[in-house]
Every structure is written in structure tokens, then in C-alpha cells.
């Protein structure tokens, strides 16, 4: 029982790390790809399609049914984060001046930091109303619905 006990641990913590490890893995990836993004229109592009891997990452959840789909579900949006946090600087870094883009890194940073700490409260909430296929569909669709306004307020839709 207590063997048990010990690898339930583990693979926990191997599914925490997972999201982390992913990450780091694949931002020096995102990077190359995007500072080989040099037109304003495909960065933008490029960054609309990361939002939207995002939410089909985050779909993954909802469907997962053994831990080695939790597991892929967790990889797939820590690489999809790594991309969207790489495209969405670069876009802050080509769109902004030298004085401003301090202030709107920073503002993105900040809103970085709220999603962290709001975001298991908020997800713990809609889990025990929700439960955990609904939960991550709605955060899907939100996901979803930030990428549609990505379009709306970048032009791409006319």
C-alpha cells in the first residue's frame, strides 16, 4: 500500500512537471520560429493559430480519460503556452516604441501573473459546479472567443 502511495506521487508529480517541462522545451523552438516571423501580418497570423492551439490543447482535457491522456493533454498546452507567449511578446516588442513597450510588457506580464493566481480559484469554482468535461470546454470556448477578437481587433477579419 505504501509502494503505491509512492508512485501515485510520482506520477503526480510527473503530470504537474509535464506543463513546465514542455514549455521550456519547446520556447526556444517558438522563439527561432518567431523571430523568423518578420512580417507584421504573419506574426500575426502565427499568433492567432497558437490561440487556437491553445484551446484544442485545452479541449484535450475535456475528453482524457486515462493519465496518459491527461498527460499529452498537459504536454500539448504547455507547448502551445511556450508559442503563445513567444508570439504574443514579439508582437507587444514589434508593435510598441521603445518608452511603451516596457509599460505593455509589463501589462502583459501582469496579466500573466493574475491568470496564475486567479486562475485555480476560478477553475476550482467551475469544476465543483461544472464538473471537469464542462470545465474545459468552457475554458476551450474562452480560449476560442479570445482568438476570434484577436481578429476583430488586429483587422484580419475585412
Avoid at 497570423?45 to 479541449?59: E, F, V
Avoid at 469554482?125 to 477578437?149: C, M
Wanted: net charge positive; glycine share 14%; proline share 1%.
Amino acid at each position: 500500500n505504501n509502494n503505491n502511495n509512492n508512485n501515485a506521487q510520482v506520477l503526480l508529480g510527473i503530470f504537474f512537471a509535464s506543463k513546465d517541462i514542455c514549455q521550456m522545451t519547446f520556447a526556444p523552438l517558438a522563439g527561432l520560429l518567431t523571430a523568423r516571423t518578420s512580417s507584421h501580418l504573419s506574426l500575426l497570423l502565427s499568433l492567432l493559430g497558437l490561440a487556437l492551439g491553445l484551446a484544442l490543447a485545452t479541449l484535450l482535457f475535456a475528453d482524457a480519460t486515462t493519465f496518459r491522456g491527461l498527460l499529452f493533454a498537459r504536454g500539448a498546452q504547455g507547448a502551445a503556452s511556450a508559442a503563445v507567449l513567444c508570439g504574443g511578446m514579439s508582437l507587444i516588442a514589434e508593435t510598441h516604441e521603445g518608452r511603451l513597450r516596457g509599460r505593455a510588457m509589463g501589462a502583459a506580464q501582469t496579466g500573466l501573473a493574475l491568470g496564475l493566481l486567479c486562475g485555480p480559484l476560478i477553475g476550482g469554482l467551475s469544476f465543483e459546479r461544472l464538473g471537469r468535461v464542462r470545465t474545459f470546454r468552457l475554458a476551450a470556448a474562452i480560449l476560442g472567443a479570445n482568438a476570434l477578437g484577436m481578429v476583430g481587433l488586429m483587422g484580419l477579419g475585412s
